[in-house]
């Protein structure tokens, strides 16, 4: 899953212009019961930057996004175990 800050073009970071979007909560559904564990990745190096394992409540796992999200982050999620 990828996060974008529309803001965050080429142009805007050149000039030092990109408005931070706020931390959210996004919750992806259709998921089996078990652990999920999630990889939140930079896209501009190509490394993980956080990784967390969250548990599958009613077929949903929540995730919250950085606060202050400035460039975009992208999340890899898959089934732990």
């Given amino acids: 899953m990828w996060v974008q800050n529309?803001?965050?073009t080429w142009w805007n970071a050149a000039r030092g212009d990109v408005t931070p979007v706020k931390?959210?909560?996004?919750?992806?559904?259709?998921?089996?019961?078990?652990?999920?564990?999630?990889e939140q990745w930079d896209t501009y190096t190509g490394k993980v930057v956080r990784r967390e394992t969250?548990?599958?409540?009613?077929?949903q796992v929540t995730l919250?996004?950085?606060?202050?999200?400035?460039?975009?982050?992208?999340?890899?999620?898959?089934?732990?175990?």
């Fill in 54 to 59: 969250l548990a599958s409540r009613d077929g």
């Fill in 6 to 8: 529309k803001e965050h």
């Fill in 23 to 38: 931390a959210a909560e996004i919750t992806l559904s259709g998921l089996g019961p078990g652990s999920y564990e999630v």
């Fill in 64 to 81: 919250a996004t950085p606060e202050d999200l400035s460039p975009d982050v992208a999340y890899k999620v898959r089934r732990a175990g």
